[in-house]
């Protein structure tokens, strides 16, 4: 290997240590394992959730003093021998919830409207979700998500600065040489970029004079919109030809100015772009969840490990991969995460009392992975996810009739462009 490729290399692997230590700030370095159970919780939980809805039926239907009895039932039969282990995990939150079923005995005894009432067990519920986490675990499914959701995050954001990197400096190294020592500078100062953007998005999360649970909701918004954008933006460019020709012409017309300044400006947006959204998304994971940070921790550093591979055998040795393969499946769990994102933000919205709710029966599978993909069971939630899910379908069709379309014409091309490290 020449020198210059491992000038490139070293340069490569700097830019994804600090692109790896930007999201790892985002996530604490380890976990305390929750106390075992003393109760069968998941029998409790559910026995709770049956009187939960026993007793609303029975509050609409003008039954009061049964409504009542069976929330009395549901607290001194089976929360409070939950509370046995959760005071040990957490007392703050345990004393939270036996408020809130304190508050639900109070509705009902006063005769407040039964959309008050329900709006209240639905937080009962999402309390419910968080003491099967605290207590029993969140099982297997759910932290599998979470790694998947943070390894592709990380996986999306920096093989695209790995792809944009490569084009530019196999341009460069064409027709400019001298032109490639100040886009790696650009490429650098995107770094610290982009850590100072999480850090001040983390500062104005917590001094902004809004509420959290808004804060929590327009983040939450601003991370779909993100990955919608993200996921359309390579669904039309899912041909890594195509790409690399859009890049090229960006290259060319920062090179036909002759400034190593503006190459700068070029290698320096390249990845700041890259760095902010990686930031944003990861703060909407980190705020969905919660007690799950070791599996985004280590959903950062799998990444980090394959983005270093990659790096190495595109940059260095030039060989060719799949990469639309990679691509398409990373495109696909974040689809999948923004759904999840957005059913969290219109629960939030529902919880605040902006939105009606209408309770849905789900089936009875693992509840802290439902939780984790903002299935809440709600019409409201699910149909607003069905929406963009439907959506989401569309564009893949559109991709696949497109790519189908242009087949015969990429496989000529194929076929001058060989060995350039791209598929």
């Known amino acids: 290997m020449t020198v210059a490729p491992r000038r490139q290399l070293a340069r490569l692997g700097w830019f994804v240590t600090l692109l790896t230590v930007l999201v790892t700030l985002a996530a604490p370095c380890a976990v305390a394992e929750p106390p075992s159970p003393s109760v069968t919780l998941q029998q409790e939980l559910t026995a709770i959730r049956q009187l939960m809805q026993d007793s609303q039926k029975a509050y ?33 939150f345990t004393f939270a919830m036996e408020v809130k079923f304190a508050q639900w005995r109070q509705l009902i005894e006063r005769g407040a409207p039964s959309s008050e009432i329900e709006r209240l067990l639905m937080d009962i519920d999402s309390g419910l979700v ?35 990197i490569a084009a530019l400096l196999g341009y460069l190294g064409t027709h400019q040489p001298r032109l490639r020592r100040p886009l790696w500078i650009g490429v650098t100062l995107a770094i610290p970029a982009s850590l100072f953007t999480w850090l001040a998005l983390v500062v104005v999360l917590r001094v902004v004079p809004v509420g959290r649970e808004l804060l929590e909701i327009g983040m939450s918004l601003l991370a779909v919109v993100l990955m919608i954008s993200i996921s359309l933006w390579l669904l039309r460019r899912i041909d890594i030809r195509r790409w690399m020709e859009h890049l090229r012409g960006h290259a060319w017309e920062a090179i036909a100015t002759g400034k190593a300044s503006a190459v700068a400006l070029l290698g320096f947006t390249a990845v700041y772009r890259e760095g902010a959204e990686t930031a944003v998304l990861y703060q909407s994971l980190l705020l969905m969840a919660r007690r799950l940070e070791f599996w985004v921790l280590l959903g950062i550093l799998s990444a980090a490990v394959v983005l270093v591979a990659l790096g190495w055998t595109i940059i260095g040795l030039g060989r060719r991969l799949p990469l639309r393969a990679f691509l398409s499946i990373a495109i696909l769990i974040i ?51 069905a929406t963009l899910a439907a959506a989401y379908l569309a564009a893949w069709g559109w991709a696949g009739w497109s790519w189908y379309r242009s087949a015969p014409a990429k496989r000529a091309l194929g076929a001058t462009d060989r060995g350039r490290g791209i598929a």
């Open 60 to 92: 609409r239907e003008g039954d009061r003093e049964r409504a009542l009895r069976l929330a009395r039932q549901a607290y001194l039969d089976h929360f409070e021998l939950v509370e046995i282990p959760l005071r040990v995990a957490d007392p703050n």
């Open 130 to 164: 968080e003491v099967e986490r605290l207590v029993g675990g969140p099982g297997l499914a759910a932290p599998l998500f979470v790694g998947l959701a943070s390894f592709s995050i990380l996986f999306r954001e920096g093989i695209e600065a790995i792809l944009v």
């Open 335 to 385: 689809m999948i995460l923004s759904l999840a994102i957005l059913g969290h933000a219109v629960w939030e919205v529902q919880m605040l009392g902006y939105l009606p709710i209408s309770v849905l029966q789900l089936p009875n599978l693992n509840r802290s992975l439902l939780d984790l993909l903002g299935l809440h069971p709600t019409r409201e939630v699910l149909l607003t996810q």
